[in-house]
């Protein structure tokens, strides 16, 4: 099957007087159809440069310095469009009419995205009016139906809400809606669930599933929670400083890790065994310096499997292949055919 996403070798630098930070630094990854990938790494990573990147939303002064970003857009013919993203103007018409309409987005925080002096309904419509020709009523219409299915009580009286006037929960629920309207090819989630209390979390992550087994989405997840990840997942990108450490199916990247630096994320998440008052393993250190360009493994001074060993230092990144779907960066492991 075709990917709905493919991203190759994705570089994304920001400028500073202090020097440069390579936010993203050569990332390659594709989603299929029905599909969701889940990205973690801690704060500061490169998680949300890499959803801006694909919407052209990187503020500045950050700069996708190389790579591509593939979507197949259906035009009714057998083979769809190819678009790279990268290629665009991201002020242009094309990538204006990308957004929303081929890639939805939803956020942490709903109040950021939403208008405040706009009710939700007129929000949602507004984005039908942009993206599809339909009549201010069939648009309203639309929007109350979106509304229903992303459980939103009384939807006809609900989207002439304004969005302090609903709950954290609901206005998170209404960005879904809006997000979606448009029915979309590819959603990217970025941290959606974080400011939610766990069991609004749940109730948000299984919407999600329903919605993307009902419109058959490919679904970009960004969190920092192994938890939610797990929950929603089918492949997972682990990512640090930029670059991908390992990249597995789901049970796999849980059963079975192999990236040091993958190990010790699991090993601080509490478990349903966890005794309570056990105190959880945390990774030593920080990120590295972000405006130090770092040829060999940036976990490399944080690692407690690699002994200090300079071939962790030194050797130049590399991905490379334990089988076909999963994929590692950790020179320790020596494995051949690197990809
Ligand atoms: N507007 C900006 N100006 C300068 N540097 C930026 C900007 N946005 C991001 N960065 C840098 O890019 C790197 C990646 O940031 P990014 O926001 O993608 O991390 P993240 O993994 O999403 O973290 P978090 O979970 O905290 O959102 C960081 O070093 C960050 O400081």
């Known amino acids: 099957m075709n990917p709905a996403l493919d991203v190759r070798n994705l570089r994304v630098h920001f400028l500073l007087d202090e020097g440069t930070v390579r936010a993203v630094d050569g990332v390659s990854f594709s989603v299929e159809p029905g599909k969701t990938l889940g990205i973690v790494g801690e704060s500061g990573s490169g998680k949300s ?27 009714g013919q057998d083979i769809p469009t190819r678009v790279n993203m ?22 942490q925080e709903p109040m950021n995205s939403f208008s405040p002096v ?73 941290e959606p669930t974080t400011a939610l209390d766990v069991t609004i979390q749940a109730q948000i992550l299984d919407l999600l599933k329903q919605l993307q087994e009902e419109f058959g989405m490919a679904i970009l997840f960004i969190s920092h929670n192994l938890g939610v990840i797990s929950e929603i997942s089918h492949d ?13 199916p789901v049970d796999v990247l849980f059963r079975d890790p192999l990236h040091p630096y993958t190990k010790a994320l699991l090993k601080s998440v509490p478990g349903i065994d966890t005794p309570v008052r056990t105190f959880l393993s945390t990774i030593e250190g920080t990120l590295p310096d972000p405006y130090i360009s770092i040829p060999g493994c940036p976990f490399f001074g944080r690692c407690m499997e690699c002994g200090g060993s300079t071939v962790c230092r030194d050797s130049p990144y590399e991905l490379t292949k334990v089988d076909d779907r999963h994929f590692v960066a950790c020179p320790q492991m020596c494995i051949p055919n690197p990809i």
Do not use: W
């Open 86 to 107: 990268v290629e665009l103007d991201p002020h242009g018409r094309q990538a204006r009419s990308i957004r929303g309409k081929e890639v939805g987005m939803i956020f």
């Open 118 to 190: 706009h009710t939700i309904g007129s929000q949602i419509t507004e984005a039908l009016s942009i993206h599809a020709d339909v009549s201010a009523q069939e648009a309203r219409n639309r929007a109350i139906e979106m509304l229903r299915k992303v459980g939103i009580p009384q939807p006809e009286h609900r989207i002439d809400s304004y969005p302090h006037q609903l709950s954290g929960g609901m206005r998170q629920r209404a960005m879904i809606a809006m997000a979606l309207v448009c029915n979309p090819r590819i959603l990217i989630a970025d």
């Open 49 to 75: 440069v890499i959803g801006q990147s694909i919407l052209r939303i990187v503020p500045y002064p950050g700069k996708i310095v190389e790579g591509e970003i593939i979507l197949q857009i259906p035009n």
């Open 236 to 248: 997972v990108l682990v990512i640090y400083f930029g670059r991908v450490m390992e990249r597995a």
